[in-house]
């Protein structure tokens, strides 16, 4: 499988996560992890070479269509990390991620991530600032756009774990709560990589779009498992 | 979990001679392609084993002491002992009695005048082994079947007990060895040597503290089931709510 393949396969895995939650959004369920999915569909769209010098011709073709795909990125891990935390019943990750403390992280990262964009010379589009890779400032601005996803998922991987392994709880929860452990432990461990010298060559598009992967279909499970939950809901007399 | 096809087809050559497979099932009522298909994996189940048993007339217990794994089966069939009759009477129905007793109404001893519910109840297995137990029957059970605890839990809590370690867990206990199948439902009291209007009688026979204490044990049960219920549905809405 080439780079791009797991890109736009992700794309549409994305899109279609997104799609079948359109009628339960509508009627008011799940509204926070619909709109997850939809930017979360907008921020593998713009890691696409295609799409995005589309989208950033609009824009002037300075390249503020990355830092829209960093900040919608950003909202995305809040959004759902919230949500997760919530649903794993993990007050602890909750904190961290919407705490003091989880709010300072994003602040920081926000205007760390505004700071280095401004800072850097960036004339003319190019798809996740390759063509600027030798500024010492696209490369702080990458390493922070990096950080924050890590921290969120890390914050989250040890609750989805304990949510997986919880033998008293539904199969299709716990295979979906596996693979959301999946893709937060590739999160990190891209991450942690990221930090190294290594050169990851193909893996540096494998690893966070296999994340990406492993957590839409979490999230379609789990979607699933909601839509037939509701559909033959009896209330069993427990006292009989 | 089951008997094997060679034993199966030599046996079934003898109690029908004369009848082809489609005949069997039909007799026993069971469908053609299940067995075939236990036929073909080599192992015949023991449901399977006591229904075209029925279906012929012959003893189900006599049936199955012909297989490797039952042979003891008829010859340790007894009469069960008053806390396995016990086990098998609802919670419901023990509640019932003590309103009774309490109003000064209990009638005579028999499963219709107190209108007992017909057993294997939702706890049935789990009530047996628990009044079965010498103390270590779950470790004993483990040992000698090979399978985990933590299946044999698994079993219990689903209300299930594969017939082999029903059988052994009898045996174990000392007592008589269909009680296992019977309150799994695979054969009926009569069956499995169970007298009639048993349950009612060791019911009646229990003194007021017994009953009583009886009673706060299976509410206990019940508590616990209904907690951890309550738990695993918190759980799921947990999940629904935030990522459905």
Not at chain 2, 97 to 115: F, G, H, K, N
Request: include cysteine; proline fraction near 4%; charged fraction near 20%.
């Amino acid at each position: 499988m080439t780079t791009t393949t797991i890109q736009w396969v992700a794309l549409g895995l994305c899109a279609a996560g997104a799609a079948v939650r359109v009628p339960g959004a509508r009627k008011g369920h799940g509204r926070t992890v619909f709109v997850a999915l939809v930017l979360l569909t907008l921020a593998v769209g713009l890691s696409i070479t295609p799409i995005y010098e589309a989208v950033d011709g609009l824009v002037g073709a300075v390249n503020i269509a990355n830092l829209l795909l960093r900040l919608t990125l950003y909202t995305v891990f809040v959004l759902l990390g919230v949500r997760m935390a919530a649903a794993f019943g993990s007050s602890l990750a909750r904190r961290l991620i919407v705490g003091p403390f989880g709010v300072a992280v994003l602040a920081v990262t926000v205007a760390a991530t505004l700071y280095f964009f401004v800072a850097s010379e960036l004339p003319g589009s190019s798809t996740a600032l390759r063509a600027f890779e030798d500024q010492d400032t696209v490369q702080q601005y990458a390493a922070v756009g990096r950080l924050y996803p890590g921290y969120v998922a890390g914050c989250l991987v040890v609750p989805a774990i304990a949510s997986a392994l919880d033998r008293g709880a539904r199969t299709i929860h716990r295979v979906a709560c596996a693979l959301l452990a999946g893709g937060f432990s590739l999160v990190v461990v891209f991450v942690l990589l990221r930090l190294t010298a290594l050169d990851l060559m193909a893996w540096d598009y494998i690893l966070p779009f296999s994340a990406i992967l492993l957590t839409v279909l979490g999230l379609c499970l789990i979607w699933l498992s909601h839509t037939l939950g509701r559909r033959r809901r009896t209330n069993a007399n427990r006292l009989a | 979990m089951a008997v094997t096809a060679k034993a199966f087809q030599l046996w079934r050559s003898r109690i029908a001679p004369q009848d082809t497979l489609t005949d069997l099932c039909r007799i026993a009522g069971i469908k053609r392609s299940t067995l075939a298909q236990q036929l073909v994996r080599g192992k015949v189940s023991v449901p399977t084993v006591v229904a075209v048993a029925r279906g012929y007339g012959e003893p189900p217990v006599g049936a199955l002491a012909r297989f490797e794994g039952f042979e003891d089966l008829q010859r340790g069939t007894t009469l069960p002992t008053d806390a396995e009759l016990v086990s098998q009477v609802s919670h419901t129905d023990i509640l019932r009695l003590l309103v009774a007793r309490s109003e000064d109404r209990e009638c005579t001893c028999t499963d219709v005048q107190l209108r007992l519910a017909p057993f294997p109840h939702r706890n049935s297995v789990r009530a047996w082994i628990e009044a079965i137990d010498p103390g270590d029957l779950r470790q004993q059970l483990a040992l000698s079947t090979g399978v985990a605890r933590q299946n044999l839990s698994a079993q219990l809590t689903a209300g299930r007990l594969a017939p082999e370690i029903a059988v052994q867990a009898a045996r174990i206990a000392g007592v008589s060895l269909t009680s296992g199948l019977v309150v799994t439902g695979l054969l009926t009291q009569a069956e499995g040597g169970w007298p009639e209007d048993g349950r009612a009688r060791a019911l009646c026979a229990l003194s007021d503290l017994d009953l009583v204490f009886l009673g706060r044990d299976r509410l206990d049960v019940l508590g616990k089931q209904l907690r951890r219920a309550e738990l695993d549905d918190g759980k799921d809405r947990a999940m629904w709510e935030n990522l459905g």
